[in-house]
């Protein structure tokens, strides 16, 4: 019998846990950052956080996870066992850059480089005082206090950065001012410790002077290929000389600026490129970067931030809680994805900055992490989207190793597509074939919200009939019903291990057929017939189940009403949307959601509350939407897979939750025909939200809405007419962008400002 484990939380609860955070985070914060933390700009704390609960910071090309170092800790800075899940602080990791074979001994993993801008300091009472990462600008500041007993009495501040605009740069900042007395202290560098990189690179670590001025480098070499037909990869580090030790006085203060240039084998045009020559490439930026100013160089990061990473983001009043949890959630995804089309990747399950679960690619990367980017940014979406069609090749080998036509997705990959299976794990590479499922629904999001059908009818189509190809070859007659089946895989809930007859998986099969039907329709192009037949009729019984109150879906077949460890059937009614009655979609949720844990994992909680929303059953949505919190752990809201532990800092549900305020309490959604939005205010005492930007076919326009009205504003004129009901559809873009709402009063200057309670926005598309 399954345990029920369900926290329903009040708006007062969640009211007290809000002002509870508030509360231990802002003693001891300086004052100048109380307002940037209280408007929700920033993550602070004024507790020396574990390194697992550390922020981390990149911009997509860089990353790794800083904290409030003082002493050596060398407990912090050790490097685990390859894929565990308790990071440390050590190097810094780069897109695309790995070590390793794909398979289980020697396992490929994102590479550990040093990272020259995360420094600890060290010296007579020095003490940590507080830390913040901006939001906003994604510059992390470490305040460290300093009291001797010989009089001395300082406050010092390190910073650093990972530059948006220049992305092979790095900033670091040492600046400190003394009331008293004359102070000193050391400066260490965590990343260039040896034993962070050995492991990973054949490197050379040296001096090296020119012009008058000296610069340390790193040049070194990956030891592992991920396969026997891909090459291994090189980096050359070089940057500004640093100090050993530093001291200030009162009459004195200290304020020093340090930059290092990152350059990689994997940057368009520089894959031929040597140790040295990286070397060379990167001594003439850094040296192109020496009459920048710093105060230049941090304007330049914010006005790119402000027009990539922050474009879409969200403002929310009357919860500074929830403004972090959304701002924070947002930051650490983009600060782990760029929009260079020339680099396509994926994003791994804890970003960039971690090698937790090895920095590999999953249904996470489709699932959980592209739909918020692609609705904000979708310049960011593009090179996920790209990603697939990268390891297509592999993918069609793969199949064809097992027997299947078309191309059958590694269910964990890096660089190439090949399988990269955990130790003990290779069965999943095998059976968790839901995975490509998903990837042709993410195609067929992308192409909803883009309109590219150029992509469509090239790269689109190559993957996506693949996809189809695969499926139609593993698709069998179910023998009692008569419809359309998958034998022998292991479903989104990955406890169940290998079954028959998964729901979900069956589901998503046909709809992927369904899928390369349509874009066959569009191009003219020739499918097999049987695709219709496949896609028609999928096994998706309803049983009477233990405990239930009518039929539901089971899992797959022989399911008995036992626990599962994630959302699965759920995900019929969000995202996939998948056709049913609303009291067969009620029950579903109703069942599966008493069988989830509490301390599963956090992927199912958010898709689970849209789902409710979407039913209008707001009550156990909030419920859902309040557990994300239990997840967000420290002053720096770093997110774990579990609330007891697992992967950090935990993209998957960071995209899980911004999925929830934007798909879930915004209510926007997408099909074939139409983009549409029914806003709602998420719980909590919020009393406004303000999505900056969304994308829609090319045209961009902000939503601000409260429980009074909702406003949208755009710029310029959109090729087709917004109402609250589909209407006549049009691609003349001289007309203006025009809302019609159900009274049939018509708004057509911007802003407009519909009531609430009138309007569900649809956009329609010819």
Request: contains cysteine.
């Amino acid at each position: 019998k399954a345990t029920v484990s369900v926290l329903y939380w009040t708006p007062q609860t969640m009211s007290t846990l809000c002002s509870a955070v508030l509360l231990s985070t802002l003693g001891g914060l300086p004052s100048e950052w109380v307002a940037e933390y209280e408007s929700g700009n920033a993550v602070a704390s004024a507790e020396f956080s574990a390194a697992r609960d550390a922020p981390t910071i990149g911009n997509g090309f860089v990353g790794w996870r800083v904290g409030p170092y003082i002493g050596p800790g060398p407990a912090d800075i050790d490097i685990p066992p390859l894929g565990q899940q308790d990071p440390r602080v050590g190097g810094m990791h780069a897109a695309l850059i790995y070590n390793g074979y794909h398979n289980a001994s020697t396992p490929s993993h994102r590479a550990h480089l040093p990272a020259p801008t995360n420094i600890w300091l060290s010296g007579e009472g020095l003490n940590f005082a507080a830390s913040k990462l901006n939001l906003e600008s994604g510059l992390y500041t470490n305040r460290s206090k300093i009291e001797t007993a010989s009089g001395c009495s300082a406050t010092v501040d390190t910073s650093q950065l990972a530059h948006r605009q220049h992305m092979n740069l790095l900033l670091l900042r040492i600046n400190g001012t003394a009331s008293s007395g004359q102070c000193s202290f050391g400066v260490n560098a965590i990343g260039q410790l040896p034993h962070v990189v050995a492991t990973d690179f054949k490197f050379q670590n040296y001096t090296m002077s020119q012009s008058g001025s000296n610069y340390s480098v790193f040049q070194g070499t990956t030891l592992l290929a991920e396969t026997n037909y891909s090459g291994l990869s090189s980096v050359g580090i070089v940057c500004n000389e640093m100090a050993s030790s530093f001291s200030l006085s009162s009459t004195k203060p200290l304020d020093v600026v340090y930059k290092c240039v990152v350059k990689t084998t994997a940057e368009s045009g520089q894959g031929g490129m040597s140790e040295n020559e990286l070397v060379s490439a990167a001594l003439k930026q850094l040296v192109g970067f020496e009459n920048s100013t710093y105060v230049d160089l941090l304007e330049q990061n914010l006005e790119e931030m402000r027009a990539t990473a922050g474009l879409g983001g969200i403002e929310v009043t009357g919860n500074a809680t929830v403004a972090r949890a959304l701002n924070s959630s947002l930051y650490y995804l983009t600060s782990s994805v760029r929009g260079e089309v020339d680099a396509p990747f994926g994003l791994s399950g804890c970003g960039l900055a971690s090698d937790g679960y090895f920095g590999r690619i999953y249904w996470d990367t489709e699932y959980f992490q592209l739909p918020p980017l692609l609705l904000l940014n979708p310049k960011f979406a593009s090179p996920i989207i790209k990603y697939r069609k990268t390891c297509l090749p592999y993918a069609k080998k793969q199949a064809a190793w097992f027997g299947f036509e078309g191309s059958m997705f590694s269910w964990e990959s890096s660089v190439t597509g090949a399988p990269c299976n955990s130790p003990g794990a290779a069965f999943f590479n095998i059976y968790e074939q839901h995975l490509n499922g998903d990837v042709a629904m993410a195609y067929q999001r992308y192409f909803r919200m883009t309109n590219d059908t150029e992509w469509l009818r090239t790269d689109g189509w190559d993957v996506s009939q693949n996809i189809c190809k695969f499926w139609s070859s593993r698709l069998t007659k179910h023998q009692t019903s008569g419809n359309w089946t998958v034998l022998n895989v292991v479903p989104p809930d990955e406890h169940a291990g290998v079954r028959n007859s998964s729901v979900y998986t069956n589901v998503v099969a046909a709809m992927s057929l369904d899928w390369c039907i349509k874009i066959s329709e569009m191009f003219d192009f020739e499918v097999p017939a049987i695709w219709k037949l496949q896609a028609k009729s999928p096994h998706a019984p309803l049983v009477m189940l233990p405990n239930a109150t009518g039929p539901v879906h089971p899992e797959y077949e022989g399911y008995n009403g036992g626990s599962v460890n994630q959302d699965d059937v759920g995900l019929l009614v969000y995202p996939l949307n998948w056709n049913l009655p609303r009291d067969v979609a009620l029950r579903d949720l109703q069942y599966y959601m008493a069988r989830t844990p509490a301390d599963g994992m956090f992927t199912g909680d958010s898709m689970y509350s849209i789902a409710e929303i979407q039913l209008q059953n707001y009550t156990l949505a909030e419920t859902m939407w309040n557990a994300a919190f239990l997840h967000q752990v420290g002053g720096y809201n770093v997110w774990r897979e579990r609330e007891s532990g697992g992967a950090v800092n935990f993209l998957t549900g960071a995209g899980g939750f911004l999925m929830n305020m934007l798909y879930g309490w915004c209510g926007a959604r997408v099909t074939d025909t139409d983009f549409s939005l029914n806003p709602k205010l998420p719980p909590g005492g919020v009393t406004e939200v303000h999505i900056r930007s969304m994308s829609y076919m090319g045209a961009t326009f902000s939503v601000r809405y409260d429980d009074k009205s909702t406003r949208i504003t755009t710029d310029t004129s959109l090729p087709f007419v917004i109402t609250d009901k589909s209407t006549r559809i049009t691609t003349d873009t001289s007309l203006p962008f025009v809302i019609t709402d159900s009274r049939g009063e018509k708004y057509s200057t911007s802003p407009m400002v519909l009531p609430a309670g009138r309007i569900q926005i649809v956009i329609s598309r010819q």
